[in-house]
């Protein structure tokens, strides 16, 4: 099972800012890292052949067949991206039975104005209602409303890892938190999907990471299982990757000599470089989504849409304590290094990556931070 961590020193902690505050306590940097023993089952996996996206298909049917088999309830996080939509796909086509989908929309739900907003995420839920009964249970929709804010006056909350283990302040109340209260009885697992990987390219090695920005929030859900962080899939799916990328080193560009690859994508190569992944759209329409921001998720037309929403149905209190977290952020940890940044208005702390995985002939293996 994934496990990941931030180490200040030797000592470990699953909340950003705590371990912020120790650094500034002890001078140590502070790192974030995935645990020995998943890092063991990495190393332990060897890829056989040259691994494509029928191999990946066969894999991810398989390990999907092992959990049905394994568990007495399987909750699937479902928004329709390529992650969850291609688990939910495999589940139909091969008469894997999901008891339950669980959604959060960013808007809300009820709303006649948030269509816009929620675009994305009522053609997830459409898709779904015509899988239900005969392939999906029944489906969970967090319908968030003002009053969830609630969470805003508690002192510090980010700091609190049951309701914060992210490494960026969002503008409305967190799924996961939600869930992990929702599902903290469940007799199985709630399945997750996680941000596409890293590929480092330096000295004509690649190398593969994950960073915390897309693998740490489900932690709060303490039966999670984040699908493309089994170890099987992680191995397969990074070598047909570096074998993608291979034809593709002009994808490459300075940042840490890596390339975020997914969110850069020309647009015409977006399908088909998914595609050879074995991941797949709910839609052609979808493909939009995959669209990113250059200065992180606060500019993304979800976050921009809530905070448009918070404006114009005059909840000032809302948006006056949502910008004073973010100044108060910044103003309390922008004096040391690698810790916040600020695009003048939002603040969110800079990204850390894992460990560095180097690609040899058939395996993974680790080679730590400084490579």
């Not at 593709?248 to 050879?276: T, V």
């Not at 690609?359 to 931070?369: D, E, M, S």
Request: aromatic share 16%.
């Amino acid at each position: 099972m994934f496990n990941s961590y931030y180490d200040v020193g030797g000592q470990r902690f699953a909340n950003i800012f705590q371990a912020f505050d120790k650094t500034i306590e002890n001078g140590h940097f502070c790192y974030y890292k995935t645990d020995s023993d998943w890092i063991d089952q990495i190393q332990s996996i060897k890829v056989e052949s040259d691994v494509n996206h029928l191999h990946l298909k066969e894999i991810y049917t398989k390990k999907l067949k092992e959990l049905r088999q394994q568990h007495n309830k399987l909750v699937l996080c479902y928004t329709g991206g390529t992650d969850s939509h291609t688990i939910l796909d495999i589940a139909i086509k091969n008469k894997i039975y999901i008891d339950e989908v669980f959604m959060s929309f960013p808007g809300i739900f009820e709303a006649e104005s948030e269509k816009i907003l929620n675009k994305e995420y009522n053609l997830a839920l459409e898709f779904v209602k015509k899988n239900v009964p005969h392939n999906v249970g029944k489906i969970k929709v967090y319908k968030w409303t003002y009053e969830n804010y609630d969470y805003l006056d508690s002192k510090e909350w980010w700091k609190n890892t049951e309701k914060y283990q992210a490494n960026k302040i969002k503008f409305q109340p967190c799924w996961a938190v939600y869930a992990a209260d929702y599902y903290k009885d469940l007799d199985g697992i709630v399945i997750t999907g996680h941000e596409k990987p890293g590929i480092r390219f330096i000295n004509d090695k690649f190398y593969w990471f994950v960073t915390d920005t897309g693998t740490t929030e489900h932690a709060i859900i303490k039966k999670s299982f984040p699908f493309f962080l089994d170890p099987t899939i992680v191995v397969n799916y990074a070598y047909a990757l570096k074998n993608l990328l291979q034809n593709h080193l002009h994808y490459f560009s300075k940042i840490d000599d890596r390339y975020d690859f997914f969110w850069k994508l020309p647009r015409a190569e977006i399908e088909n470089f998914h595609r050879s992944l074995a991941l797949v759209f709910l839609s052609k329409e979808s493909i939009d989504f995959t669209i990113k921001p250059k200065w992180g998720t606060h500019h993304n037309y979800k976050n921009q849409g809530i905070l448009k929403k918070l404006h114009d149905s005059n909840q000032n209190d809302i948006l006056e304590k949502i910008h004073k977290i973010h100044h108060d952020l910044y103003t309390q940890y922008s004096q040391h290094e690698h810790m916040v940044q600020t695009d003048g208005k939002f603040t969110k702390t800079v990204e850390r990556y894992s460990q560095m995985f180097e690609f040899t002939n058939n395996t993974l293996i680790c080679r730590g931070h400084d490579v």
